[in-house]
């Protein structure tokens, strides 16, 4: 071969080599670029999971300190009700024997056992009893209730009817008094007692 050919085959050769070389450039510059845009992905991926990480630490503090106050709260409330006085239970009632030990409560009362039966019976008891009352006040802290009719039992058989007042305190029953008539206004309040019976000459 001349020296011109051999010259025009190292040529071919030499531009055949840089030919792919570049093309290997070409494809390592596309992995580079997809190997970049998969770590910008991971990226993305770890910021919005260190974000839900976050906001779940935040409700679990949330929870803790709600659930802290709520148990704070009942213990206080256990100890408040365990350092409370118990309240002493009521002694019997001497009835003379006009009451049984547990009276009926829908039962009617008659005059003599009216004032025994109703001082001691609680708010529930006394509308369980005459119902609700005509007319309501307070005076002193006390409720005075006031019936215009209440009906009572007679000794001998029979119903009868009757005015009353009754006062509670603290939702007890601490007076209960017959009259005749009850007038209730809000500038006064007047109960009349019945008037005592003229004695007869004989």
Known sequence: ???????????????????????????????VTRLSDQVAFLKTRIEAIETATLELNSRISTTAASIQQQ?????????????????????????????????????????????????????????????KPDKTSKVAGAKHWIYKTIMLDKKNGGVERSAALIVLENDTVTRAVLMDHV????????????????KTSQ
Do not use: W
Not at 104 to 130: I, K, Y
């Open 1 to 31: 071969m001349t020296r011109a050919v051999i010259i025009g085959i190292a040529l071919a050769l030499f531009a055949a080599t840089g030919c792919n070389d570049k093309s290997e450039q070409i494809e390592l510059n596309k992995k």
């Open 183 to 198: 007038e209730y206004s809000s500038e006064s309040r007047k109960i009349n007692t019945p008037a005592p019976q003229k």
């Open 71 to 131: 148990t704070a709260y009942q213990e206080e409330t256990v100890k408040s009700e365990s350092s409370r006085p118990s309240r002493p239970s009521r002694p019997a009632r001497d009835t003379g024997g006009l009451l049984s030990l547990t009276p009926n409560l829908h039962s009617r009362p008659t005059r003599v056992t009216f004032n025994n039966r109703m001082v001691g019976r609680t708010l529930t008891e006394v509308l369980a009893t005459v119902g």
